[in-house]
């Protein structure tokens, strides 16, 4: 039985790992279809397998990229349906949507999906008991950061993955089989680096220096939009498109070209093993 967080021990499975995550959401690109496929064969020429959260919305709308990802052997998750956050949400209507995008997702890719990434990282007291009756096995929404405005940041949560206790996401039960799989911070700063804006924003430094310091004691779980990809972003985002995921302008700075920079002078600097989150998951069962 574990008593603690799990950095540790999947640290001793061979370090340093990182799980590049992308939520596959069709919101701001200009041009998704070849966006995504943009971003497929950057992750193919590196050799590396992510785990792609499917909005269940973006499945319906583009059946044909689920069936890409699965088909390259990127692990396939569930980014809810119409990226409502479960904090905006009551767990009914939340319950509805979840089990119908995961629904989607199997019937397409006929293979259970085990894991789930809320909405805006939205997590409540509600969600893990929900995502387990559902059949998920963990989630990977976390954010064990600051509080950021009214955005995240659960700041007392575990900086490595952990078994949290169901109706408190930032406790550790030993006892729970689920997993939480939290995003990368400065682990003792508690400030955001699992990616986004911080590491577009920040520069390469800030982002090298946190998971220099994440990466002693456990793997770091990244987080990326296919938009961020892309220079070409919609000129026509209105907040009504996309109900709360509508973001203001600042947002979308050093998109494109900067990222797969990034990425590759992450690669450069540490010599990682990528790793999907089941993988991860798969070595904890050991
Ligand atoms: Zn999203």
């Known amino acids: 039985m574990h008593t603690h967080c799990l950095g540790f021990e ?11 995550t ?3 959401e ?78 989607i997702i199997e019937r397409s890719i006929g293979q259970s999906v085990i894991g789930f990434r809320s909405p805006n990282f939205s997590i409540t007291n509600w969600l893990f008991p929900l995502l387990k009756t559902l059949g998920f096995k963990y989630d990977s929404s976390v954010y064990p950061c600051l ?26 039960d030993d006892a729970e089989t689920f997993l939480e799989f939290p995003l990368a911070i400065i682990p003792d700063l508690r400030l955001p680096a699992g990616g986004g804006w911080w590491l577009r924003n920040l ?15 456990g793997p770091a779980i990244l987080y990326f939009h296919p938009w961020e990809f892309t220079e070409k972003l919609r000129s026509n985002i209105e907040e009504k498109d996309f109900g ?28 990682p093993r990528f790793v999907t989150i089941k993988e991860l998951v798969n070595c904890l069962a050991i």
């Open 10 to 20: 999947l640290s001793q499975v061979e370090k340093p790992s990182i799980a590049l």
């Open 244 to 271: 709360t995921a509508y973001k203001p302008s600042f947002m979308f700075r050093r998109t494109g070209a900067y990222v797969f920079r990034l990425i590759d002078r992450i690669t450069k600097e540490f010599s």
């Open 147 to 172: 509080p950021i405005f009214r955005w995240y940041g659960l700041r007392k949560a575990p900086p490595y993955p952990y078994h949290p206790s169901l109706g408190n996401p930032e406790e550790i």
């Open 26 to 103: 069709h919101l701001y690109c200009e041009d998704f279809e070849s966006c995504i496929l943009d971003i497929f064969q950057f992750l193919e020429r590196r050799g590396i397998s992510s785990t792609m959260f499917f909005l269940g919305r973006t499945v319906l709308d583009h059946p044909e990229i689920l069936d890409e990802a699965h088909a390259r052997g990127h692990e396939i998750g569930c980014h809810g349906f119409d990226h409502i956050p479960a904090t905006a949400s009551y767990p009914g209507e939340f319950k509805t949507k979840v089990k119908q995008s995961k629904e």
């Open 22 to 24: 992308i939520d596959v």
């Open 203 to 217: 520069g390469p430094s800030y982002c090298l220096f946190s998971l220099s310091r994440l990466l002693r004691k």
